[in-house]
């Protein structure tokens, strides 16, 4: 080796480092400081298992959206973006979540009558979905969103975003949780099956 090549090996580029090292930290220190302010998304201790939803639409009004964490009682940690919806129709709703060896699979909305929720919290993992918004705020303090559940607000300082009216179609989710103030489901069927996607 020449003299060039074993300094090359032996130091560390501290600027390469801190731009490859910062974003990291910064992510860390985010998901902290949100558990410390209080922002765990879901009010309860989740299971070890996220959970597949598809819909052929969602309509909704009263939309906010921010970042948060659930955890489970093992002291897992799952960053989440929690999705707050004051009322929301969907469509062909079906949910499914794997269970040991078995896929548990409910359907709702298949009919004329769609699926009603009121104050309804997504905590979600993943989401693909064509979207319109209607009345948009992208970039507000996640503490002052208003147009959503009570009490669905992030941290101050946080990323949110909020609108008067979401249009999802198509739409295919992975959650860790979800909650609601009402939740009616037309034409319930739940048996075992396959994933909904």
């Known amino acids: 080796m020449t003299p060039s090549s074993d300094a090359a090996l032996g130091r ?5 480092f801190a731009a490859v090292a910062a974003p990291a930290a910064i992510g860390a220190g ?8 209080g922002s765990i998304a879901s009010s309860f201790a989740v299971s070890g298992s996220s959970f597949k ?3 052929d639409s969602l309509s909704g009004q009263g939309f906010v959206q921010y970042g948060g964490i659930d955890a489970g009682k093992n002291g897992d940690k799952h ?4 999705s707050g919806i004051r009322s929301a129709q969907i469509r062909n709703m079906c949910q499914s979540v794997k269970v040991g060896p078995f896929t548990l699979r409910l359907t709702a909305g298949t009919g004329a009558d769609p699926v009603e929720a009121r104050d309804l919290v997504l905590d979600v ?12 705020e992208i970039g507000r ?12 607000q992030g941290a101050a300082g946080m990323f949110g975003q909020q609108a008067s009216r979401i249009e999802l179609k198509n739409v ?8 609601a103030g009402t ?11 396959g994933e909904c996607f």
């Open 12 to 16: 560390v580029r501290w600027k390469r």
């Open 79 to 82: 960053p989440v973006q929690i």
């Open 141 to 152: 303090d996640a503490s002052t969103l208003d147009k959503g559940p009570s009490g669905s």
């Open 30 to 37: 985010a998901l902290v400081f949100m558990t410390a302010q």
């Open 53 to 55: 939803v598809s819909a």
């Open 172 to 179: 295919r989710q992975v959650a860790w949780a979800t909650t």
């Open 183 to 193: 939740f009616k489901l037309s034409d319930l069927s739940m048996k075992l099956g």
């Open 125 to 136: 993992e993943q989401l693909n979905a064509d979207a319109q918004f209607s009345n948009i």
